[in-house]
């Protein structure tokens, strides 16, 4: 349990829970920036424009994180991943670039989405794009389906395309486009508060009725991985994330805001936890181990050593940074 | 197109782009820290508004610096998987701490661009410290994965596996010392000259004098503190490659054969065929002893290496020259500026000054990007020297070149983004310029 391949797959878990709750979020401003409707449309646009300015690059380098410690720690199921998931991935990237590229053209540019039509339109459709093939391609790569021979990665060249994978790009979508109108439920008030109350109720309906019916599809095709979904102990991952989600439901229904964020994000961090925790112990479910991934221990060790001092320097600047701009974040562009 | 020809044109393309944008995000947050500390030190508003002048400019650079990044680490796993399996244990290392600083760099940019009205003027100041210094240590710690790359350290191979890491060696490796010093002066002489080139265009326009002659005499410090110490950084890493890289040093200076008192070769083309170098101009003697310091020294050229080892001079000579020859050129540029500059004492406004230095402007960029292509190039056919081919690194999967060919789409629609907003007069009223465009007198 505690051997060093297990913490190093516990990192990135941590990058990609840290960036599906900071960075999934900023993607769903993109969504519901599509998505924005009602007497209050605009409002709704500018406040989530406003709130992603200060946060998204610095969100962002999770998944750098992720890649990173993907090829430092686990560098044969990187190479392998990174191989047969080329399509999905490079589909991710370029949404990745044309959000950020036109965020940062929008707000440098010095005018806000109603007068760049163009920009906006680049970024609300990389914003849904972007956690759509990521969450193909996360899911994808626990289908069993990549083979490994004499070392190489192999796969159907298709094998991304499933089912099961498509649902996981709803659902990448869907985490987005939950967190986003729930986080600004803190950071706004009056009526766009109630519009972004009444999202947030909505994506998660929706979020939850997705992940529940991924399970079912997840026996049909995936049924090592969903076999150990629903074993013990990961299915008590499972229930708790169901019960956070709930929580939040209530939470959200009874005006409790913050309350209702953090619940929120340990929704979304349980969701994770309980897919991670299906794939150990292998990294390519069904054909390498994690062990068998991993880099030598030498590395592992010296990569927690750099974790280690990373986050005494990462945790105080990244609580003044949301201190920050947790607020009200549109006073300065205003 | 072969999948490595397509995978190392994608490669090349990605980071000749990343390498613009992380330049100006290592060298302008030095130069927004001085601008900053001098309006506090001297309580000149003016270079206060410099600095906010700048933000937009870094704003926009550092955001698609870190969506180019991105770019780069997908890349590693994409068309180099073979040798992430090999090396990932090692460089990552480079690269994890590298992620730490440009977490850093990112937040406490957020802090100084969006924090303009809820931090006061010293924590804004505070704030560029970090930046400069998290820039410049993740620009020093991902070239250790580059170095590694031309000296690989700090491990053993046993039966086709990586055995008996040593992460400390391997990130200390014998070509990080000279490649990061070199590395990050030239990103601060780059910087400087593109800032400085800015600004003299704006002067030879006549608009806003005062704060773009403050820019330009900003900008052209640093870089003139810089460039010397790049001359002298470049000596070593001649030096070093001579004792490291030979058929690096080899391909750099057209030398065909190995030769007792070898000639420095000036420009010209290597031609294989004849082993010659033609309409070079040759300087006796000369190579010998930049390289070890004795005019009689042996210098092994090309044909001291087996034939399929060896880089192809003819695309790492010219470059080489062309790093050199640029820096001269910039040396020329900001002698004649500090010259008149001591001579007027006042900032000289001469129109051939000023268009001298706004030709000279791009030359710290195109140092840096040839001398980036001397390195690689002159590494070839080696991704990892001595270890692993650049073949047998590549992806076994197919449809490279599509993907080579949509990336060169998105870097097209990137640059075109850019160059629209970049070169269009910034629009009033974002919170984002300097409060009110003091109107200065021209002088």
Not at chain 1, 152 to 164: C, G, M, R, T, V
Not at chain 2, 275 to 302: N, Q, T
Not at chain 2, 404 to 419: C, E, H, P, Q, W
């Amino acid at each position: 349990m505690w051997a060093l391949e297990n913490l190093a797959g516990g990192a990135v878990l941590l990058g990609l829970v840290m960036y599906a709750v900071f960075g999934g979020a900023d993607f769903g401003g993109g969504i519901w920036t599509a998505l924005a409707s009602g007497p209050r449309a605009a409002e709704q646009r500018e406040s989530l424009f406003h709130a992603i300015g200060p946060v998204w690059e610095t969100n962002h380098v999770w998944l750098i994180f992720v890649v990173v410690t993907l090829f430092t720690c686990f560098p044969k199921g990187f190479g392998a991943l990174f191989t047969v998931l080329l399509v999905p991935l490079v589909i991710a990237l370029i949404g990745i670039n044309f959000r950020g590229a036109a965020f940062a053209f929008r707000h440098f540019g010095g005018q806000t989405g109603r007068h760049i039509p163009f920009m906006a339109e680049v970024f609300t459709i990389s914003s849904i794009l972007t956690p759509f093939a990521m969450g193909v391609a996360v899911t994808a790569s626990v289908t069993g389906r990549i083979v490994l021979v004499d070392g190489q990665a192999k796969a159907e060249p298709w094998f991304w395309l499933s089912p099961f994978t498509l649902l996981g790009g709803v659902i990448g979508m869907g985490i987005c486009a939950y967190l986003a109108p729930i986080y600004m439920t803190v950071r706004t008030d009056g009526e766009l508060q109630g519009d972004f109350r009444v999202r947030g109720i909505i994506a998660g309906l929706a979020l939850g009725i997705l992940t529940a019916v991924e399970i079912p599809v997840a026996m049909m095709e995936v049924p090592l991985f969903a076999g150990r979904l629903l074993a013990h102990p990961v299915v008590y991952v499972v229930v708790l994330a169901a019960i956070f989600g709930i929580a939040t439901q209530i939470l959200l229904w009874k005006l409790r805001f913050f309350c209702a964020q953090i619940c929120a994000a340990g929704t979304v961090s349980l969701t994770l936890a309980g897919f991670v925790a299906a794939i150990y112990p292998d990294f390519l479910v069904g054909q390498l181990t994690l062990a068998g991934a991993a880099a030598p221990h030498v590395t592992l060790i010296a990569y927690f050593a750099i974790l280690a001092v990373g986050t005494i320097n990462l945790v105080p600047s990244l609580l003044l940074l949301y201190r920050t701009f947790g607020g009200e974040s549109d006073a300065e562009l205003s | 197109m072969s999948p490595v020809v397509a995978a190392r044109a994608l490669m090349g393309i990605s980071l000749g782009f990343h390498i613009i944008y992380s330049t100006i995000g290592i060298g302008l947050p030095l130069l927004l820290m001085i601008a900053e500390w001098r309006s506090l030190k001297t309580g000149d508003e003016l270079y206060h508004e410099l600095a906010r002048r700048w933000i937009r400019t870094a704003g926009v650079l550092f955001a698609i610096g870190a969506v180019s990044g991105t770019i780069l680490s997908f890349e590693l796993g994409f068309l180099w998987p073979r040798f992430m399996v090999f090396s990932g244990p090692i460089i990552g290392l480079a690269f994890s701490m590298e992620g730490f600083a440009f977490f850093i760099e990112a937040i406490f940019l957020a802090l100084y661009i969006y924090g303009a009205q809820k931090l006061s003027r010293w924590v804004q100041f505070f704030c560029t410290i970090p930046i400069t210094v998290a820039s410049a240590a993740s620009g020093v710690i991902v070239i250790s994965a580059n170095a590694w790359m031309n000296t690989p350290a700090g491990f053993t191979i046993a039966n086709g596996i990586l055995v008996d890491v040593h992460p400390l060696q391997a990130f200390a490796n014998p070509a990080w010392a000279h490649e990061a010093v070199h590395g990050t002066l030239a990103a601060y002489v780059a910087t400087g000259f593109a800032i400085a080139g800015v600004s003299a265009s704006a002067l030879l326009r006549g608009r806003d004098r005062e704060a773009n002659k403050l820019a330009l005499t900003l900008s052209l410090a640093v870089a003139s503190v810089c460039l010397p110490l790049m001359l002298i950084s470049g000596d070593w890493a001649a030096t070093t490659l001579a004792v490291q890289q030979k058929p690096k040093l080899a391909a750099m200076e057209a030398l065909f054969t190995t030769t007792r008192g070898a000639p420095l070769v000036i420009a010209g083309w290597p031609d294989p065929a004849s082993g010659k170098v033609l309409y070079g101009i040759e300087i006796p003697r000369m190579l010998s002893f930049l390289a070890h310091r004795d005019l009689d020294a042996i210098v092994e050229g090309l044909d001291a290496f087996p034939p399929g080892n060896s880089p192809d001079p003819r695309i790492v000579h010219p470059f080489f020259d062309l790093m050199v020859g640029s820096s001269f050129i910039m040396i020329g540029a900001a002698a004649w500026f500090w010259w008149l500059r001591w001579r007027c004492r006042e900032v000289p406004q001469g129109k051939w000054l000023l268009r001298t230095l706004l030709f000279a402007s791009p030359f710290g960029m195109i140092a840096l990007e040839s001398g980036w292509l001397v390195t690689e190039f002159g590494r070839q056919p080696w991704i990892a020297q001595g270890h692993m081919r650049v073949a047998d690194g590549v992806t076994t999967q197919t449809g490279i070149g599509l993907v080579l060919f949509i990336f060169l789409i998105v870097y097209l629609a990137l640059t075109a983004g850019l160059l629209w907003l970049l070169l269009r007069p910034p629009s009033a009223g974002t919170g984002m310029e300097t409060k009110q465009e003091v109107p200065h007198v021209g002088t």
